[in-house]
């Protein structure tokens, strides 16, 4: 294994990650970390020459659909339940001076 797992690097994790490990669980992690790095160094000897690289796990299509409008905007049928409009607007009483 090419990257040991040292005292301090747990130590400067710890204080990262703002935990209070007693020195067993300091010893647990320093082994837990270390078997990752050993997993990982493994997962870099595999043969990967022939496997296309993919940007994501799942196949990814477009999902966007043709933007087409197919009941219209109904502003007419809106103003005809106003009480009172004017250029295509409802008229309103006024809130402010």
């Given amino acids: 294994m090419a990257n040991q797992i040292t005292e301090e690097t747990i130590e400067y994790v710890s204080i990262l990650a703002k935990l209070e490990l007693s020195g067993e669980e300091k010893e647990q992690a320093r082994k837990d970390?270390?078997?990752m790095l050993e997993y990982i160094d493994r997962l870099g000897e595999l043969d990967t020459t022939d496997v296309e690289p993919l940007s994501h796990v799942f196949?990814?299509?477009?999902?966007?659909r043709e933007d087409v409008v197919?009941?219209?905007?109904?502003?007419r049928e809106t103003l005809q339940n106003?009480?009172?409009e004017?250029?295509?607007m409802f008229v309103v009483p006024r809130?402010?001076?």
Avoid: C, I, W, Y
Wanted: no cysteine.
């Fill in 33 to 35: 970390m270390g078997n």
């Fill in 59 to 64: 196949p990814l299509r477009n999902v966007f």
């Fill in 70 to 75: 197919t009941n219209g905007d109904g502003s």
């Fill in 82 to 84: 106003a009480p009172e």
């Fill in 86 to 88: 004017k250029d295509d």
């Fill in 95 to 97: 809130t402010f001076d």
